[in-house]
């Protein structure tokens, strides 16, 4: 048996992964993962996903440019969720062209963007 087969994932073959930043420490993203992203995650040393809207595997950075780095893998004491240790290229994490996907802050009642523009992402995906 395998590190991978000590894994617990989801019933639909999914587990949570955290994205995090190897030298700030800054969470910049949650997405989930199967057995194969994984695996090429570990074999290409380039973060991959499986993306749940698309169905498909979803190789970080592939239409961006800002891939992700593996610098470490963990798990948590259950081994049901993975936390990647990344260098982000390129600066922005997230899709909206922001650092972090973490970019909402509560304040009061209401919701206040907080994060640092990368790029636009109009002009990086055009219209979707």
Sequence with gaps: MGWIDTLKFQEDGLIPVIAQDEKTGEVLMFAFANREALE???????VTYWSRSRK?????????????KLKGLY????????????EQ???AACH?????????????????EVGVQVFDPEKVYGHK
């Excluded at 090429?40 to 380039?46: E, K, P, S």
């Excluded at 498909?56 to 992700?68: A, P």
């Design 89 to 91: 290229v390129g600066g």
């Design 96 to 112: 909206t062209g922001k650092k972090s996907c973490f970019f909402n802050e509560l304040s009061g009642d209401n919701w206040k």
């Design 40 to 46: 090429h995650t570990i074999q290409t040393g380039n």
């Design 56 to 68: 498909k595997l979803w190789k970080k950075g592939e239409e961006s440019g800002n891939v992700q």
């Design 75 to 86: 798990t948590d004491c259950d081994k049901d969720v993975v936390l990647v240790k990344i």
